[in-house]
């Protein structure tokens, strides 16, 4: 069954680092999502990516967020200058198509711990 | 504002009981609703999506009530394996219906043996 990859699976890093995480969405699929969940807390949308450019991004998203389409499979989040505030669970998602109900699939997620 | 308010739970039933959760959500113009399921630490699932005229999947019943904003999920015969966080989820699609999906903070469930 086809699935959403995310790597690595855990990250920890320094604050103030640059962090790239990546994701491999399912290869048919034309829209593509960040979450993120920190911990005991809600997931929440990050920004949403449809060829090639952001549709639609948060709050939360804010300068020191970016996401790339660099090649035909992979999708990545990077945070410029990482803050501690920023550990989270980073899920990436995709879906298919437009439809209403059409089900988004969720990576496994990357766990981003900063000290 | 939140979005999609649920209640944190925790719930904690015997194997073979009927549980109900229940979703209240802010937003009048929100198209699409949803029940994920999630494990610990892992990824949100889907479990099932909720039609205006209400749907159920074996032993999961989804209901939505738009002029109450209003969504349920009622779990029969509940399994050990239920146990995990239950989250409502709404779609407040725009246009192109790319609309980003709002999740509540999720209703622990417990199924003891």
């Known amino acids: 069954e086809p699935e959403v990859t995310q790597t690595p699976s855990h990250q920890v890093t320094q604050m103030g680092q640059e962090v790239i995480l990546r994701c491999v969405p399912i290869s048919n699929h034309l829209y593509f999502y960040w979450y993120r969940q920190i911990l005991g807390q809600k997931v929440e949308f990050l920004v949403s990516f449809y060829n090639n450019e952001i549709s639609e991004k948060s709050e939360i998203f804010d300068d020191q967020f970016s996401v790339e389409r660099p090649d035909g499979s992979n999708f990545t989040l990077k945070i410029r200058s990482t803050k501690l505030e920023d550990s989270a669970m980073y899920f990436c998602?995709?879906?298919?198509?437009?439809?209403?109900?059409?089900?988004?699939?969720f990576g496994q997620g990357t766990r981003l711990t900063v000290v | 504002r939140k979005e999609v308010e649920q209640d944190p739970g925790p719930f904690n039933v015997p194997e073979g009981a009927t549980v109900a959760f229940n979703c209240t959500y802010s937003n009048s113009a929100s198209q699409s609703f949803f029940w994920y399921r999630q494990d610990c630490r892992k990824e949100p699932k889907l479990l099932m999506s909720?039609?205006?005229s209400g749907n159920e999947d074996g032993r999961f019943t989804a209901q939505l009530n738009r002029a109450s904003q209003y969504i349920s999920l009622l779990i029969r015969d509940s399994k050990l394996s239920d146990s995990a966080t239950y989250l409502c989820v709404v779609n407040i699609g725009r246009g192109s219906t790319l609309g980003r999906l709002y999740f509540g903070r999720g209703t622990q469930l417990t199924v003891w043996p």
């Open positions: 998602a995709s879906r298919p198509g437009t439809g209403r109900y059409t089900e988004a699939f």
């Open positions: 909720v039609y205006s």
